[in-house]
């Protein structure tokens, strides 16, 4: 069957090639994947290592979908984009009704070196009124690590 999955790229930080590098004001977006759906955020100015996009995208999954493939854009002036960073997320645990509000590393693409963290926040459907139809809330402290799952109260 398929689910709506809501992905809420909430903020970035250290997002340079290597810790501590100034590479003055950037502009990322970031674009999402699961199957062959695609949706990217508007850019966000990149100050210091940090972004903030506080955007939700909905997206269509589908059980077979396991993994949310991330990718860090750089926007350009002249245009063509680049890739400057990826990350795969593990969506197995993420079902209808459940919240996962965490921090994901991301690798650089060329090298695979650190290239700083975004945080999401990811909300599987349930297909409630209560919160299917409301914009996704931030829990208390997003982590590292290990999802921490919330469940909708709905589904309990």
Known sequence: S???????????????PSAGEDVGDQHFCVQCTCGFWKKSTAAARSAGGSAAWNQTLQIPKDDANEAL?????????????DQVAHAMVELSGLGPGLTVDQWIPLANRASGAAFGEI???????????????????ALARPRRGPPALASCAATR
């Open 69 to 81: 493939k991330v990718e860090l854009w750089q926007k350009q002036r002249a245009g063509g984009d």
């Open 119 to 137: 945080r999401f926040e990811l909300r599987g459907a349930c297909g409630c009124r209560t919160c299917c139809s409301a914009p996704p809330r």
């Open 2 to 16: 398929t689910h709506t999955l809501h992905v809420r790229v909430a903020e970035g930080r250290g997002l340079s």
